[in-house]
């Protein structure tokens, strides 16, 4: 139940979905004093929405600021929540990923670089089709195609939620690597939730945000006056964590 009204909370705040309903109501309103304002409501938000420049102001503020390599300590376990691969896609004799890759790569270039000594990596099958892999087995895949020992990585693969991996991931550091340093690695648009889950647990740990949205180069004139499809995108993303966020805090996750 909660999973599905988080779902339809998203879709109803989405700005597409806005944009897509005002031109819907100036249709069909009969009453031309509000068919117009409808119509230029929706090309104004539409025309705010789209703007690179604007998506990109924001999501900087929200993710949080990325750490340098050469200044990460030492951490016993690293802990990576999944989210990053699709296992309904054919064939299934490989790996696909989607945003936020960086996550698992990011890690493993953590641990060649002996920053990590193990790597616990938390999702299961989510709300997919039950003949689908376990997301942190996916991941699992990965890290030991890429030279990983299978030694280093312990699995958590019953989430279904950034509540249940933090939950879930908790159980097993207290179990299994009491009293060590954790370090979480997840999106940089996640952080925030994904902490504040995991420290709801109690756990005390150092942070790795990763998978960044934002464009931290030089302003580009064209994000100025382009529109573009990649800056929605990232307002959904936001909307999307920021109904996620209210949701918890509803339920008592955070």
């Not at 599905?4 to 700005?15: R, T, V």
């Not at 990923?97 to 790569?105: L, P, S, V």
Request: glycine share 8%.
């Amino acid at each position: 139940m909660f999973f599905i009204l988080s779902k339809i909370l998203s879709l109803f705040i989405g700005p597409l979905t806005w944009v897509i309903g005002l031109l819907i109501l100036s249709v069909f309103l009969k009453n031309s004093r509000w068919k117009k304002r409808c119509f230029w409501l929706s090309v104004g938000l539409l025309a705010f929405f789209s703007n690179q420049y604007i998506a990109n102001r924001v999501m900087l503020w929200w993710e949080p600021e990325p750490v340098p390599m050469k200044e990460m300590a030492y951490y016993d376990v690293a802990v990576v929540f999944s989210g990053v691969t699709k296992g309904s896609k054919t064939p299934r004799d490989r790996i696909y990923f989607n945003m936020g890759a960086d996550r698992i790569t990011h890690t493993l270039q953590l641990y060649n670089e002996g920053k990590i000594g193990k790597i616990l990596v938390s999702g299961g099958l989510g709300f997919e089709q039950v003949d689908n892999s376990r997301a942190a087995d996916r991941l699992k895949s990965f890290l030991t195609m890429a030279g990983v020992p299978d030694s280093v990585i312990v699995v958590e693969p019953h989430a279904i939620n950034t509540h249940e991996n933090a939950v879930k991931s908790a159980e097993l550091l207290n179990n299994h690597f009491p009293g060590q340093n954790y370090l979480l690695i997840t999106s940089a648009f996640h952080m925030k939730r994904a902490s504040l889950c995991l420290k709801r647990q109690g756990v005390d740990f150092d942070t790795f945000p990763a998978g960044y949205l934002t464009d931290r180069s030089t302003l580009n004139f064209d994000d100025l006056v382009i529109p573009r499809a990649s800056a929605i995108d990232k307002w959904e993303t936001l909307f999307k964590e920021w109904v996620g966020l209210g949701m918890y805090r509803v339920m008592g996750y955070i």
